[in-house]
Structures are given as structure tokens and as C-alpha cells.
């Protein structure tokens, strides 16, 4: 038993405490994107002991499975690099880099892509919505097989590898994305029983915060898909943008401020938005009752005024970073750099495990 004890404290010695997340370069991150997202790493960065590892990753192969213009995705993620410093990610405390620029993320996606099961990769929603398919389609659907390309079929291997190359313990994850981590542990236990202990099945951080509405059609969640503009709110708004976006974002015509998702999704939204930005920490219900007699105006004047004062200097920081391309290229260079040694320490283990 005392043996037990000491090979468990090595480990825990050996093993730290690694975080790990990505977001896709999609261009300025919108408020969905902050809140469920972003806002934490930087709470993680600002929480975390010194010792833990924070590696945060522009995920550019990811995006490639939806086919765009070179110059697009450049732009695009050039601008989410600005972006992640502009909220206050410290490049010396984080590790920010292109997913590209460190190929070991792809080398070890092939490699658990031989121990990866096609049923379970079937089974996953994502890419079923991608193709806007119903999520009873199959692979033998005909019309399935003439959409489906390779690299979005199996993208969530390559989800897997982004995580298990840095050896991360923890990762943060959205409500919606809880799946994939779940195939992220499957692969490490089809590895694992392949090839010995070797990866590490990491745990999850879920945001606590639900899950940003489309101000336009608020049962949908914010997204940059939208043709609307006004349906999302960029982190680098101007203050004029923010009030004119929530000033006509869609609520409804029954009197009163009430919190109810499901019969006043519009107001409700708005509820979330000003409960994140809400200095007092007060939940949605309790904002609910304090604006109850409040009308949709005033409402949404304390929204705007709780997002304005919430983003302030966010976009000022933006615009600086953005003007100073060899600063953002050295950032990302050095960030590159570090997360190419936390993925060869893996890849060292993972080849010498497979035989390569």
C-alpha cells in the first residue's frame, strides 16, 4: 500500500497541471465567444497557481474543413491573435500560437486516427450540422456521402491531438462542445490500451455561464454565421455600435422584465448578458426582479451601459496591436516555438511507445 502511495505521489510530481483551449479563427471574437469562452482564460490566468500551464491555440487547420479564400484566413487569424492580447492574455504567462505552426498537432492526430473508431466518429452531431443534415443521418445516407469530406468527418481526431500533444489535464469547454472532449478521453483509452499508459485523459472545465443568443432571432445562439450584423456584438464595437445593437435587439410586447428562456427568450438573453457584466454578480432572476416594472427602454439602457463598461478598452488595445504586424508575428513566433517543445516531449513518448 505504501508503495501505491509513493509511485501516486511521483506521478502527481511528474504529471502538472496543464490547460489547454482553442478557438477558430473566425476574425474579432463576438460577445458569444467572450463570455463562454475567452473571459475565462483570462479568469485561469489570473487564478492559476505559476506552475500551471496555459496554452491557448488558434485552431487554422480546424477552419480549413469550411473552405475559404487564403487571404481570408489570414486576415482572420491575425485578427484573433490581436484579439486574445487585446482582452489581456499575457504572451510571457500563456502559450498563443497557430495550431499550424506546430506540426506535431497533425503527426499525432494520424497516429490516434489508426486506433479511432469510424461508429463513434458517426455518431458525432458537429459535422452532421456543418452539412446541415438531420442528426439521424448516417453514412450510408446517400446524400451524406457526396457532402461529407474526410477532414470534417474527422476533425474531432484532430481535437483530440490539439489537447492530448501538450499532455493537458484541464480544458475548458463550452456546454455544446462537451461532446467532444468525451471522444478526446475515448482516444486516449483506445492509445492507451494499444500501446501502454502513455496519455493523459484530461478533465473538464465548464463554463459557467450559458450559452449567448443571436439579438435578432434570440433562440438561435450568436454567431458570425449570421447574415445580420446586428445579431452579434463584436468585442471591438464602438459604444454607439453596442446601444444601437441592443437597443433593437428582438424582445417581445408582453409588459415587464421577466427571466423565462422559454416564453421570453429575447428579454431573457438580454438578462444573461447584463448578468455577466453585472458588478454585484446578481443571477439573471434576480436582475429580472429588480428591472420587473422597468420598461423594455430603460432595460435595454442598462444592458448597453453594463457592455460598454464591461468592454471598455478592449477595442482601443485591438486597433494598437493590430497596427503592429511584426509584433504580433514575433508573439506568435515565440508562442510557437514554446508549444513545439510541450508537443515533442509527448511525440517522444507516443513514438517511441508505437515503435516509430
Excluded at 454567431?223 to 445593437?245: C, G, M, V, Y
Aim: charged share 20%; proline share 6%; glycine share 4%.
Amino acid at each position: 500500500m505504501q508503495r501505491l502511495a509513493v509511485a501516486a505521489t511521483k506521478q502527481a510530481v511528474a504529471q502538472p497541471r496543464v490547460v489547454f483551449s482553442g478557438i477558430q479563427p473566425t476574425g474579432v471574437p463576438h460577445l458569444g465567444n467572450y463570455v463562454g469562452a475567452l473571459r475565462q482564460w483570462v479568469k485561469l490566468q489570473r487564478d492559476e497557481q505559476p506552475s500551471t500551464r496555459l496554452i491557448y491555440s488558434i485552431v487554422d487547420l480546424h477552419a480549413i474543413t469550411v473552405p475559404q479564400p487564403p487571404e481570408t484566413l489570414r486576415r482572420r487569424k491575425r485578427e484573433v491573435l490581436a484579439a486574445l492580447l487585446a482582452i489581456g492574455l499575457d504572451p510571457e504567462r500563456c502559450t498563443i500560437f497557430y495550431q499550424s505552426s506546430v506540426p506535431a498537432h497533425s503527426e499525432l492526430m494520424w497516429i490516434l486516427a489508426c486506433t479511432a473508431s469510424v461508429g463513434y466518429l458517426s455518431r458525432m452531431t458537429q459535422w452532421k450540422s456543418k452539412l446541415s443534415l438531420a442528426s439521424s443521418s448516417t453514412l450510408e445516407n446517400k446524400s451524406v456521402g457526396s457532402k461529407l469530406k474526410l477532414g470534417l468527418f474527422s476533425y474531432p481526431v484532430l481535437q483530440a491531438a490539439d489537447i492530448l500533444v501538450h499532455r493537458a489535464t484541464h480544458v475548458p469547454v463550452g456546454h455544446d462542445q462537451q461532446q467532444h472532449l468525451e471522444f478526446a478521453r475515448e482516444c486516449v483509452t483506445n492509445f492507451n490500451h494499444a500501446y501502454g499508459s502513455h496519455l493523459v485523459h484530461p478533465e473538464t472545465i465548464v463554463s459557467p455561464v450559458q450559452r449567448i443568443m443571436s439579438l435578432t432571432e434570440p433562440t438561435s445562439k450568436m454567431s458570425k454565421s449570421h447574415p445580420a450584423q446586428r445579431s452579434r456584438i463584436l468585442i471591438t464595437d464602438t459604444p454607439q455600435e453596442i446601444r444601437s445593437k441592443i437597443a433593437t435587439a428582438l424582445t417581445d410586447s408582453t409588459p415587464g422584465i421577466s427571466y423565462d428562456p422559454a416564453t421570453r427568450p429575447g428579454i431573457s438573453n438580454l438578462l444573461e448578458i447584463l448578468s455577466v457584466f453585472d458588478p454585484e454578480g446578481r443571477t439573471p432572476a434576480q436582475l429580472a426582479q429588480e428591472f420587473a416594472e422597468a420598461s423594455p427602454k430603460v432595460f435595454k439602457e442598462a444592458v448597453a451601459d453594463a457592455l460598454v463598461t464591461g468592454l471598455h478598452g478592449i477595442r482601443d488595445r485591438y486597433l494598437e496591436l493590430s497596427a503592429d504586424d511584426s509584433y504580433l508575428d514575433r508573439i506568435e513566433q515565440h508562442g510557437a516555438q514554446k508549444a513545439q517543445r510541450s508537443a515533442e516531449e509527448t511525440m517522444d513518448i507516443v513514438k517511441a511507445a508505437v515503435g516509430l
